[in-house]
């Protein structure tokens, strides 16, 4: 959803950021990795949309509200509603990030 939802919403340079090194390291070296393959050529397909696009390892716990985000939007009938506001499951993790 987070490339769909950058697009959509207009923004064209973007940072993104995931838990996953070995997709991390593909993506910036440009590596091949079978096991990983159509998440690659899926999001290979979304950098063309966007002028400027970086890919970044975080952890998860230095992303705790990208981390919630995520698992709730799996699970929700409406996850495209959660990506224009701040939904209230989210407030206290962007509080404790604000104090961080």
Known sequence: YSSYSSYSLGYKKVIFEG???QVTRCLQTASINLR???YLKTISAWKSHFHNIRFMY???SANSCA???AKKSLTSDNAWNMFHKCPPFLYNNVMTDLLI
């Open 67 to 69: 981390d919630l985000l």
């Open 19 to 21: 838990d996953n090194i």
């Open 58 to 60: 975080r952890s998860r």
């Open 36 to 38: 990983l393959e159509n």
